[in-house]
């Protein structure tokens, strides 16, 4: 019996042995491949290297790079004695289109960016039954148009001055109008993205009531973002906000984002979405708060 007690015992103490063995073993060997799989990724990391430069080398300068594309978005509806409705024979439409469209030159040693944002629409409704009763709605209604130069100090920063305009094109043209001009730099972090910080930028407000707006020196940063995110799903993400030195009554911002889906010969659908926040507005239409402003438009799209 006590044969069998060490027999069975030599033999655990044997098994843990070589289970310890077999463990420290299997460790050992991850560490090495580990460091394999770290060297290996240092050649790879060497290689994009040498491609990115050898891509570098292949970019024409001077170049133009431009393109367009657009929502647009359309709803007919009739009504042919609806008793269930006050007016019980109307007719409404309604159409809005927003529009994107960029051209941007580049040299070894400069940039010149330009871009145009456009949202019109319009909403009709007639009742038949009561004449002249035709009423007309134009909304969204925004235009936005900048001009960024920059002379680059290395790849990814740049000494830059911006033109930006905002206002109206339907309804009250320039009533208000906003015009940035101001100085700074401009970091271009990837190829897709640009962000502008410009300290020295003035803020020209132009009003028929002046006394409801005022002009003002402040810092202006503007933020664009756009990029495939997915085969045949485009984004563009546009920020431009204007902080006064004077206080926040005088600041502003807008906030823009496309999407696109593309499914056809550049034809898709797509959708936008528009923010904005700007007190002087606010006061200028007697609200004592200040709402976020919004407008979306869902509809075709077609890209060039």
Known sequence: ???????????????????????????????????????????????????????????????????????????????NDWLSRDQANTTTNSYSFSGNAFANHFTEKSFWRNALNLNIGRVKLEDRDVPDSEEVIESPDAINLTSLYGFKLSDKIAVSVLGEYRSTILDNFNDPGYLDLGAGLTWTPISNMVVVI??????????????????????????????????????????????????????????????????????????????????????????????LQTYWVIGLTYTL
């Open 198 to 291: 410009h300290p020295l930028n003035y803020n020209f407000v132009f009003a028929e009531n002046e006394s409801s707006f005022e002009s003002s020196l402040g810092a202006k940063v503007v933020a664009d973002y756009t990029n495939e995110i997915a085969k045949g799903v485009n984004w563009r993400s546009n920020l431009s906000a204007f902080v006064s030195y004077q206080g926040s009554d005088l600041s502003n911002w807008t906030w823009v984002n496309g999407l696109a889906f593309s499914a056809w010969k550049n034809i898709g659908v797509g959708f936008e979405l528009g923010l904005r926040n700007n007190k002087q507005e606010a006061l200028a239409k007697g609200l004592t708060n200040n709402p």
């Open 1 to 79: 019996m006590v044969k069998r007690l060490l027999l069975l015992g030599f033999f655990l103490v044997t098994a843990v042995l070589l289970h310890s063995q077999t463990e420290e073993e299997l460790k050992s060997k991850k560490t090495a491949e580990e460091g394999n799989v770290a060297a290996l990724q240092a050649q790879i990391d060497s290689v994009k290297g040498i491609i990115a430069g050898i891509d570098a080398q292949l970019i024409k300068f001077p170049r133009w790079e431009k393109g367009a594309f657009g929502v647009i978005g359309i709803n007919f509806n009739g009504f």
